[in-house]
């Protein structure tokens, strides 16, 4: 992985045009800061040229910060003191520029400037935790401009850190994102990069199926030859650890003999060593020259991380035949463990030299500090990127939301003359509803008057009590809301879908109070209504209806029956948590009797005489000179029966 990172950290050496930035267009500098700019920038120079020539630039722009092209000097400053491994220069003017960069917008050179930081906390200063912060500070940069590669790349970087720390599952979620910004066609490497690591994600956590896929996926990816070696290479790496050596030995036999691996001596270190473990686990070779010959490319090479893995297998090649000398080999290892940093091989290396010397207490003593001392480390990184993760979660949304802020107070000025329109269309429309509202009642209640006796207009009065609370806490209410939203100059889309919200509400309403089909169409009207009301879940059964003669009932206790049932299904709906409803019909000599019963969790009785709709249901029955009568119990269902003369 870090040959990837060094790639793309190489790149920003060669050339900074991306994102429509060209040297032509760098700011307002004179001719002289723009001569030794691109100088600085030309790979033809010498680095100690280039040095020479960006500290010109800067010299003529230092006392202008608010320029963009003394942010792109100071870059360019910073890339090639890191170049130059002068790393004292690097942080005085890496804290120039990001401390003098509040002042103005340079996301993109910000962008970079992490990006560069982020990679020297990796590789140079070996510090996981301050590099997984500067890639996803770079990354949150490039995320304001869009640059979806950029994004891509840093995620790659922040998931390979997660799986050098042990972190494999932190690494697969940061992976996986950073396959959503990458593209096919111009991160291929990367790509295949994020695929690789994918696979060792899995291969470490013994999910050798989906690493093998994955290594997979890499070597269809990658463009490169070389790149397509190394993964095959992790493909064996993985063979050998699902013991199925004759496949890893035939594949690492085949790539070790190509001329292009056997030019980098540290990936071909790596296959000859691997094959000679596969060949002694595999019975093939007790040879010491096969482990010899690689590690000796490892010193050469100064390949620490390397030299750990040969001295292992060395000390594992010795271990029953030659105690002594696999104790030394492992002792090797955890010397050049401490000196690296690497405490993960230390500990490996002493699980073996406890199986040879198991009398040892001080080995065991120090695996077992070693062991708790990764297990917190571990930890506490893992605990850190998340945190790194969820703050920056937080400080997205915030920018997000300033923004939304800022962007309805500019546009608060030229929505003034629309709220007004909206405002007095709207106070049109309501009045318009509204009137047509308290007409359709004073006319149905004036017809009802005349039809009613004394029982009937008090059943009537109720019901116009109820909707007219209704149409007051229901629809007033929202009313209410709409007029308040104009005062205070909402969003024009925000009242129109209030407004909608209204007058479907009222439609619904209209619907519920419209006159009841008496006709030959009742029961099916009926029947389709009920079902209608019930929640969907809910199974309803009808017996009796439907052979029941309807026209010899009057037209007006049609209408109470369809009332009163069509409160009783609403309550049951609203309240009972039913899983079923039953309705009978009967029709006897001198009464018609229909019977409701549901198994919700009922209610009791003083909760029955707060239900002001229930208690209308009554007076409605007996203007008709008939009863109803309610039996419920809590958790024990809700009946109700009633008696209508004919």
């Known amino acids: 992985m870090k040959i990837f990172q060094f790639l793309i950290i190489t790149s920003l050496f060669v050339s900074c045009e991306t994102s429509g930035e060209k040297n032509n267009n760098l700011g307002e500098g004179n ?233 980098n001596d540290k990936e071909y270190a790596r296959v000859l060593d691997n094959l000679a473990y596969a060949r002694w686990l595999f019975g093939k070779t007790n040879s010491k020259k096969e482990f010899i010959d690689p590690l000796r490319l490892r010193k050469r090479n100064n390949d620490q991380r390397g030299q750990i893995a040969s001295y292992t297998h060395l000390g594992e090649f010795y271990s029953k035949t030659n105690p002594m000398k696999a104790t030394s080999y492992f002792d090797s290892v955890i010397k050049l463990s401490k000196t690296s940093k690497i405490p993960r091989a230390e500990k490996d290396a002493l699980k073996f030299l406890m199986q040879l010397q198991p009398q040892n207490i001080n080995l065991r003593d120090r695996y077992v500090h070693l062991q708790d001392s990764l297990y917190v480390q571990e930890l506490k990184v893992k605990t850190q990127f998340a945190k790194y993760k969820y703050d920056d979660q937080l400080k997205q949304e915030s920018i997000l939301r300033l923004e939304k802020e800022n962007t309805e107070k500019e546009l608060e000025a030229s929505q003034q003359r629309n709220h007004k329109v909206i405002y007095l269309g709207s106070l049109l429309f309501i009045t318009s509803i509204l009137g047509l509202s308290i007409y359709g009642f004073r006319q149905r209640t004036k017809l009802l008057k005349q039809a009613s006796k004394a029982e009937k207009l008090e059943a009537i009065q109720e019901t116009e009590a109820q909707l007219s609370r209704k149409l007051h806490d229901d629809h007033g209410s929202k009313i209410n809301q709409v007029m308040l939203m104009l005062q205070r100059g909402t969003d024009k889309s925000a009242i129109l879908d209030k407004l909608e919200s209204v007058y479907n509400q009222i439609r619904s309403f209209s619907r519920e109070i419209n006159t009841v089909d008496t006709g030959p169409n009742f029961w099916n009207s009926l029947k389709a209504t009920l079902e209608y009301l019930k929640p969907v879940e809910v199974e309803m059964v009808f017996d009796g209806g439907k052979e029941l003669d309807w026209s010899l009932v009057a037209h007006q206790t049609k209408t109470i029956i369809f009332k009163v049932l069509q409160e009783l299904v609403k309550n049951m709906s609203q309240h009972s948590k039913a899983n079923q409803t039953v309705i009978l019909f009967r029709d006897k000599k001198k009464e018609l009797s229909i019977y409701y019963e549901d198994d919700g969790v009922g209610a009791s009785k003083r909760s029955l005489l707060r239900k002001n709709g229930l208690w209308n249901t009554e007076k409605r029955i007996q203007a008709l000179g008939g009863n109803i009568t309610f039996d419920s119990e809590e958790e024990k269902g809700f009946r109700a029966e009633i008696r209508i003369p004919k």
Do not use: C, W
């Not at 910060?65 to 400053?77: E, I, N, P, R």
């Not at 992976?175 to 990367?190: F, G, I, P, R």
């Open 31 to 263: 001719d002289s800061t723009l001569y030794y700019y691109n100088i600085s920038e030309d790979n033809n120079f010498s680095l100690n040229k280039r040095r020479e020539a960006i500290n010109k630039s800067f010299l003529y722009l230092s006392q202008n910060s608010k320029d963009t092209l003394y942010y792109k000097v100071l870059y360019q400053k910073n890339l090639i003191h890191f170049s130059l491994k002068e790393y004292d220069s690097l942080q005085v003017y890496n804290k120039l520029l990001i401390n003098n960069a509040k002042r103005v917008k340079v996301e993109f050179t910000l962008g970079k400037q992490h990006y560069l930081m982020g990679y020297y906390f990796d590789e140079v200063v070996h510090n996981p935790d301050s590099a997984f912060n500067n890639y996803n500070l770079s990354k949150n940069y490039f995320e304001q401009i869009k640059d979806s590669s950029r994004i891509g790349r840093n995620l790659l970087n922040m998931g390979t850190i997660q799986k050098n720390q042990n972190d494999f599952f932190g690494s697969k979620e940061t992976l996986t994102e950073a396959l959503h910004y990458l593209s096919n066609k111009e991160d291929v490497q990367s790509i295949a990069g994020v695929y690789n690591i994918l696979g060792t994600n899995h291969r470490r956590l013994e999910n050798f199926k989906d690493a093998l896929k994955y290594y997979s996926q890499a070597i269809e990816t990658t463009n490169s030859f070389k790149y397509k070696l190394l993964y095959q290479n992790n493909v064996a790496a993985t063979l050998i650890e699902q013991e199925e050596y004759k496949k890893a030995i035939s594949l690492l036999n085949s790539i070790s003999k190509d001329s292009l691996l056997i030019k």
